[in-house]
């Protein structure tokens, strides 16, 4: 079993995506992978059907999985950060998204794809492979 009870899968070509990782380096158990990772897109299928190309935050004890902006603000609370800031974060963050988008030059449109869902019964049977597969979070934007 590996150390990390939750997993966040980013896109490591995004520089909105890697900053939200990064703000999660201090919080224990927590542990980040790639959206192209296979053990990602194996998870992502298992609880969509689908490998919607999205930020999303896998939590095993919990058994649920926060995606796009419903990710981003609880990706704020676990980093400690105050109410308001993840509020902000999850009312804007389309808009924020897409202006880092347009400044850096990133193609690729994250998904539409928001809420909290239970974890598939599948997926939780993926979820040690994406965790095995996860590292520590990243300190600055990675390609891979």
């Known amino acids: ?33 790639p959206w192209g990772d ?12 689908g490998t919607p190309f999205a930020l999303v935050f896998a939590e095993r004890e919990e058994g649920r999985v926060y995606v796009g902006r419903d990710a981003a603000r609880e990706l704020c609370e676990r980093a400690g950060m105050p109410t308001l800031v993840g509020d902000i974060v999850g009312d804007n963050y389309e808009s924020i998204a897409d202006a880092v988008r347009t400044v850096t030059g990133v193609a690729e449109d ?8 239970p974890m598939a019964e599948a997926a939780r049977e993926r979820f040690d492979s994406l965790a095995a597969d996860a590292g520590s979070m990243p300190l600055a934007m990675s390609k891979d």
Do not use: K, N, T
């Open 1 to 33: 079993m590996s150390e990390y009870h939750a997993v966040l899968v980013f896109d490591g070509d995004c520089p909105f995506c890697s900053a939200a990782a990064s703000a999660l380096r201090r919080v224990r158990g927590v542990g980040a992978i």
């Open 110 to 117: 994250p998904d539409r794809y928001h809420g909290v869902y």
């Open 38 to 49: 296979d053990a990602a897109q194996s998870f992502l299928d298992a609880q969509f059907d």
